[in-house]
């Protein structure tokens, strides 16, 4: 430890500069071993393998039972140690008062009392750490087997047991069962301690022990009701922390639609409710914890009230060495009764924890023999299921998809095609596995990639996502790049493929994010691809691209079934099934089945009738003898060529900051004044000092009025002597409930006060801020920082305070007895200071690197159950389990060396004090017999016993490391905020905007200081009842518009004007709760299907359904058992991709606003949809602005007005008509590619 602590004196430590873990330590052989004792336990078990609460301790038992017996015999060995004192105390007073005593005796006794403090110190130092290190690998034992089991879930688990609720498992549960390690030997050591003491005061006081022993049962027996209350309030508040948790996830991942929405003030107050619910909860507990203190820190108190009472009662002669020996042995009583409370509470809170872990390993698994893998030689048949019917909850009587039956042979092109909701996702689902099987079988032969319809991207380079654990071949990577029209961006980004990509990858485009998604699965090289709508989300030019270069070109001869609503695809599949109400009605050739049913015209009808306005008299064109667009390159090279402006300076997603240095007082002063200005805080004082002084005087009054022996005449009467006790001891134990009372009622205030400072502060911060941070970033402050505002850091700073009053007073009376133990005492008080300090540089900031750590586990937890589909899929679960192992490795290294740390300075601390002690002693034994009552003496003694500067400093050193949780609130309680949500002075009228006219003047925006522009100075009028349509390939700047319309982009340069207004100078919320959008992530929230349409609970059930019939799901909702209540789970996931979009529909038909933004919200949907879409659109907002992003051609087809972006600046910008007359036009290319594609 010597070598870091030196470098942390010097330098501001890194993760780099702290060592690596020992191998028995690391998480993989820590992991490893636990798995194999866990798998021979079950295969050995009656219970069929099926996880128990006593399986899983009986496991971790015997991961770790060198460690358990190790540890508990320096237990045993630092108790024995501890009881030298007070057996010999009496022995030494006899010395003392006896003036023929020869001088090596009482040498003699110092030495016995230097080397047991010595023994006690080496022993409870090695124990400490052996116990941190032991918690430390059950730590790490259940980190990797939750995240193990999280990749492993079912679906249906996966909808039981949502993410909030299972970070909280990682974040709270685990880290309490490793602290439990802590009060492992409490649970035998405490009766042992006292049975040791009953014993010591049984051979100085008699039979009086025997009402000690009574009264020490009495408190036990009180501890019972004490301890369920607690454990059902344990129980309560981790159930209301994990609604709080789910809630405050599902926040964070869609803030982006609540911004757009003007609703994040409304979940803001949803999660300060749930926070509400949660401390009352926290009340309760920590009011039961402060009786239960109470009780136990008044125990000795009372139970030597008790002894000395029975004492007087029974005659048994009271000898002031005699209380001396009962005194130092009530000492350690003291800390046995004060331990039990917090090892019965940690039991309780243990169970709760293992519970709950339980419930999450007991989840059901996907089943791995529902798909049946065939042989490899087997050479026809790729893909084949027979008489299927799949669900995703087989408790639920509603099958999703029944009577399934097709075959797939090698090199089969087949495409999915059906209506909105019909299946047609669940049916690459149920291939992959992931469906429950009710009936049929499913046979799969070859690897398969997956593409999902929603994009899973890691957090992590672009370059990783694609390569996806496979090894670097740099040309098959660039012709992949090449296919799949990424070389462009890649070249725009700073830092090319290393571009790190934010959470969920915030920091693309759609179309990006799905581009990525299919470069990852080609470079996989599987026999079976499985594409679910894999070009929704990208523009026509580029969905064309991609077809002929993936599908037709690399994909060529490998069997691909890919979900699609692109009509104009179809005649290039081997085979098409056409679904309906989750059953395939039609199979067959393009050919064969276009006149065999109607489910199939239904769809080539739609998209027939959309494109024959193509050739209608309002376009007046003839592109028929165009030549192709392949052939046509005379492209304004300006604008084709990639400009690199401004580079940013950094990373978008860098590493987590943390302070350095010293914690600022500003932190103290800020938590000590947060509540009622710190007025509490004298009181505080003034309850923990009077209790002390009241403890001194009730000894020294019992020593100095009780005789030195039997022979000496009793200065007071037995009945004065116990009464003055008594009214001492009451009063004292009053001032440690006041002090406990005012403790925890600032701390519960202080707690809730910093709760709703950081999630106002962060639910106002801008959408830049989202991008640049990982979620689990903010939910680790939520989670561990909160809960440890809520209890540790209260609880701490008692201890701190008990501890500095306590070390005064000791020192006060030792040193009133001999004034020369100053003269040892101030510099062992200067060299324990400068050990701190040396010591807490490196300690302070391996804390920090602890909390900096923690995080990343969490997010990649988060990330990982979000993708295990795809995980799954392409058999990376080895890969990203390693990838977990790590991150708990480097999370244990700052954990482990701290530990390390705080022994150090420990041990030195012990060391020091225990040569003070025996130096005193040294003192009294050589003064003059007769000057000063051995009583008194005895009494200096019986407190050296527990004088111990290294108690201070511990706890000075845990509250610093504790309050950072508070340093890092406080850094998402001071985040620059968004423009105000209201301008009083600048309210528009209620009617605003009445004509939705949008003025667009020199609009400049870039994503941060450094960052390149990405709309460069746009200039245009979008009339008042106009429809207009922005086009442009992906990355343009379509998204930005939107973006900067919405005030989620401020303006470099350049205004926004909405009917006369500018929008920069009025309220966010006034701006946005007036503009509707349809984003292109159809964002469900889980809850009721009335809370998804009306967060704001503005509209009444019957607006509900006319606008539910309007977007054609009134039918469809009525069916349901809920009706407006029906069920929607985390992500909308029991509801299709097109029914999410529809339901967004239904949210802007209930707002009607004037100014409507399409963000490319019909990608997911099919053709029919998306001109069902169109039609509510066209009848219902035909006096609003509509401003269209559109990546399919038919979805702008009545649009008045096309804006072409092209890289940030305006290429066309007219109506369609008259583009398409200039045959050069980029609109016209557009148009023209996409006749030709579809002229069949």
């Known amino acids: 430890m010597s070598p870091l602590l030196a470098l942390g004196y010097k330098k501001t430590l890194d993760l780099e500069d702290v060592p690596q873990l020992a191998n028995c330590d690391s998480a993989s052989v820590v992991f490893a071993h636990f798995k194999n004792k866990l798998e021979s336990d079950s295969d050995d078990s009656t219970t069929g393998g099926q996880i128990s609460s006593l399986k899983l301790v009986k496991v971790l038992i015997f991961s770790i039972w060198k460690e358990i017996l190790w540890t508990a015999l320096l237990s045993i060995v630092c108790t024995l140690a501890s009881y030298v004192g007070p057996y010999l105390i009496g022995v030494f007073v006899q010395y003392l008062k006896s003036p023929l005593q020869p001088k090596y005796k009482g040498y003699m006794l110092v030495y016995i009392f230097f080397i047991s403090k010595l023994i006690k110190c080496l022993s409870e130092r090695h124990l400490f750490f052996q116990l941190r290190k032991m918690g430390n690998r059950v730590r790490a034992a259940l980190f990797a087997i939750i995240y193990k089991k999280g990749l492993m879930l079912s679906s249906q688990s996966k909808r039981d047991h949502p993410s909030g609720k299972n970070i909280n498992l990682l974040s709270v549960d685990v880290e309490r069962i490793g602290f439990f390690s802590w009060y492992l030997h409490d649970i035998w050591r405490v009766p042992v301690q006292i049975v040791l ?533 009451l009063g004292s134990s009053l001032c440690i409930l006041i002090r406990s009372m005012l403790i925890v009622t600032v701390g519960y205030k202080t707690s809730t006060m910093f709760f709703n400072k950081m999630h106002f502060c962060i639910f106002r911060a801008p959408s830049s801020f989202f991008d640049s941070t990982p979620n689990g970033r903010i939910l680790n402050r939520a989670s561990i920082d909160q809960s440890a505002v809520d209890t540790t850091i209260p609880h701490q700073i008692e201890e701190v305070l008990i501890s500095i009053i306590r070390f005064l007073g000791t020192a006060i009376v030792m040193s009133q007895v001999a004034w020369q133990i100053l003269i040892v005492f101030i510099p062992m008080t200067v060299t324990c200071i400068w ?19 923690q995080a990343p586990i969490l997010q990649h937890f988060s990330e990982s159950s979000s993708g295990s589909t795809t995980i799954r899929c392409f058999n990376q679960e080895e890969r990203f389990i390693d990838a977990n192992l790590k991150l708990v490795d480097e999370y244990f290294r700052p954990k482990f060396h701290l530990s390390g740390a705080m022994e150090w300075l420990c041990f030195r601390m012990d060391m020091l004090a225990s040569i003070t002690y025996a130096v005193s002693l040294i003192f009294l034994i050589s003064m003059l017999k007769g000057v000063l009552s051995p009583g008194v003496m005895g009494l200096a003694v019986t407190y050296g016993l527990r004088f111990s500067f290294h108690g201070v400093i511990w706890d000075l050193s845990s509250l610093e490391n504790k309050i950072i949780a508070i340093e890092r609130m406080q850094q998402y309680s001071c985040i620059l905020s968004e423009p105000p949500l209201l301008v009083e002075e600048n309210r528009p009228d209620r009617e605003w905007p009445s004509q939705g006219k949008v003025d667009i003047v020199d609009l400049q925006i870039r994503y941060g200081l450094h960052f390149p522009l990405v709309l460069r100075g746009l200039t245009c009028t979008f009339p008042g009842g106009m429809k207009i349509g922005i086009v442009g390939r992906t990355g ?92 929607v789970t985390e992500n909308g996931e029991n509801w299709s991709m097109g029914q999410r979009q529809l339901l967004c529909l239904g949210r802007v038909l209930l707002k009607k606003s004037k100014v409507l933004v399409l963000g490319e919200a019909t990608a997911s949907v099919d053709t029919a949809t998306d001109y069902l879409i169109q039609q509510t659109l066209r009848q219902h907002f035909s006096g609003s602005t509509i401003i269209t992003i559109a990546h399919r051609i038919t979805s702008i087809l009545d649009i008045d007005m096309v804006l072409f972006l092209d890289n940030g600046l305006i290429l066309e910008y007219d109506s369609p008509a008259k583009l398409l007359e200039i045959k050069s036009s980029s609109f016209a290319k557009l148009v023209k590619e996409y006749t030709q594609r579809c002229s069949f």
């Open 197 to 729: 003491s009953l014993l010591i005061l049984y051979k100085n006081l008699g039979l009086a022990s025997l009402a000690a022993f009574v009264a020490t049962i009495i408190l036990m027996l009180v501890n019972v009701p004490l301890g369920k209350l607690q454990e059902k309030f344990q129980g309560g508040l981790m159930d209301s922390k994990d609604r709080r948790m789910k809630a405050t996830t599902e926040a964070l991942r869609n803030m982006r639609i609540l911004k757009l929405q003007g609703w994040e003030m409304k979940f803001l107050s949803k999660i300060i409710k749930l926070r509400n619910f949660e401390t009352i909860w926290l009340k309760k507990l920590i009011y039961t914890s402060v009786i239960t203190s109470f009780v136990y820190l008044s125990a000795p108190m009372f139970v030597s009230m008790i002894t000395f009472g029975c004492c007087i009662l029974m005659r048994i002669p009271l000898e002031s060495w005699k209380i001396l020996s009962a005194f130092a042995t009530f000492e350690i009583l003291q800390g046995s009764i004060y331990n039990l409370p917090d090892t019965i509470s940690m039991v309780i809170q243990t169970k709760v924890s293992l519970d709950r872990i339980i419930t999450f390993l007991c989840l059901d698994d996907l089943h791995p023999n529902i798909v049946h893998k065939l042989p490899k030689d087997d050479d026809e048949v790729a893909v084949e299921i027979v008489n299927g019917s799949f669900s995703w909850d087989l408790r639920s009587l509603n099958l999703i998809l029944k009577d399934i039956n097709f075959r797939v042979f090698h090199g089969m092109r087949v495409a999915v095609c059906g209506s909105t909701g019909s299946g047609k996702s669940s049916l690459l689902s149920c291939i992959l596995g992931e469906m429950l099987k009710e009936s049929g079988d499913i046979k799969l032969n070859g690897t398969k990639a997956y593409v999902a319809q929603s994009p899973w991207i890691q957090s992590g380079k672009i370059v990783d996502n694609i390569l996806f654990g496979k090894e670097m071949d740099k040309e098959k990577y660039e012709m992949i790049l090449k296919a799949c029209s990424l070389k462009k961006d890649i070249e725009l980004c700073a830092f090319g493929d290393q571009t790190m990509i934010g959470e969920r990858g915030i920091n693309l485009s759609g179309g990006q994010k799905q581009r990525i998604q299919i470069a990852r699965a080609l470079y996989h090289d599987a026999d079976i691809y499985l594409l679910d709508d894999p070009f929704s989300a990208v523009d026509a030019h580029t969905r064309t691209h991609l077809f002929k270069e993936c599908l037709l070109g690399i994909l060529g001869s490998k069997t691909v079934i890919h979900v699609t609503h692109e009509v104009e695809f179809l005649p290039f599949a081997d085979l098409i099934l056409v679904m309906r109400d989750g059953r395939i009605t039609q199979t067959g050739k393009y050919e064969e089945i276009l006149n065999s049913g109607t489910d199939f015209m239904e769809l080539v009808g739609e998209h027939k009738k959309a494109l024959a306005e193509f050739n209608s008299d309002e376009f007046g064109h003839n592109l028929c003898n165009e030549k192709s667009i392949q052939d046509d390159k005379e492209k304004n090279p300006k604008n084709n060529k990639n400009e690199k402006l401004a580079r940013p300076e950094g990373q978008l997603v860098q590493q987590e900051e943390r302070e350095k240095g010293g914690v600022s007082i500003s932190v103290y002063w800020n938590y000590v004044t947060a509540a009622y200005k710190g007025a509490f805080v004298p009181l505080i004082l003034l309850a923990q000092i009077l209790f002390q002084f009241l403890v001194i005087f009730s000894n020294y009054w019992m020593v100095l009025a009780t005789p030195v022996s039997k022979d000496v005449k009793p200065h007071v009467r037995g009945s004065t002597l116990i009464y003055v006790y008594i009214a001492l001891t």
């Open 1036 to 1127: 343009s700047g379509k998204s930005t518009l939107v973006q900067a319309l919405f005030r989620l982009l401020e303006p470099t340069t350049g205004q926004i004007w909405i009917d006369g207004i500018n929008i920069a100078q009025i309220g966010l919320h006034d701006l946005r709760s007036r503009l509707s959008i349809i984003p292109q992530d159809p964002i469900m929230f889980e809850g009721t299907l009335r809370s998804n349409l009306d967060p704001t609970e503005e509209y009444t059930d019957e607006q509900i359904w006319e606008a539910l019939d309007k977007c054609q799901l009134g039918d469809e909702v009525r069916k349901k058992q809920g009706m407006l209540d029906s069920t």
């Open 835 to 853: 050990y701190q300090k040396y010591y807490i540089s490196t300690t302070r900031e391996l804390s920090r690197l602890v909390g900096v750590c």
